[in-house]
């Protein structure tokens, strides 16, 4: 069974990515798509081939979204 993380995530923009990185980059571009799933309040399963296996929608305001790893 895989783990699960629980993030407060707040809105960013891509300044966190350093001018030297190569944004077509396939592993910037996966850490681009999840942070962006994380800032639509989706809770993002993950697997460990680059892929993501699933995104939920948080629909409980009590709730924070996730991360979850499979393995």
Same mark, same amino acid.
């Given at each position: 069974?895989?783990?699960?993380?629980?993030? /407060?995530? +707040? %809105?960013? =923009?891509?300044?966190?990515? &350093? &001018? /030297? =990185? &190569?944004? %077509? %980059?396939?592993?910037?571009?996966?850490?681009? /798509?999840?942070?962006?799933?994380? +800032? /639509? &309040?989706?809770?993002?399963?993950?697997?460990? =081939?680059? %892929?993501?296996?699933?995104?939920?929608?948080?629909?409980?305001? =009590?709730?924070?979204?996730?991360?979850?790893?499979?393995?």
């Amino acid at each position: 069974m895989g783990e699960s993380m629980k993030i /407060k995530f +707040q %809105n960013h =923009n891509n300044s966190w990515i &350093d &001018d /030297k =990185n &190569d944004l %077509n %980059n396939e592993n910037l571009l996966y850490a681009q /798509k999840i942070l962006a799933l994380l +800032q /639509k &309040d989706r809770s993002v399963w993950l697997e460990s =081939n680059l %892929n993501i296996h699933r995104a939920e929608k948080i629909e409980s305001h =009590n709730s924070m979204p996730s991360l979850y790893f499979r393995s």
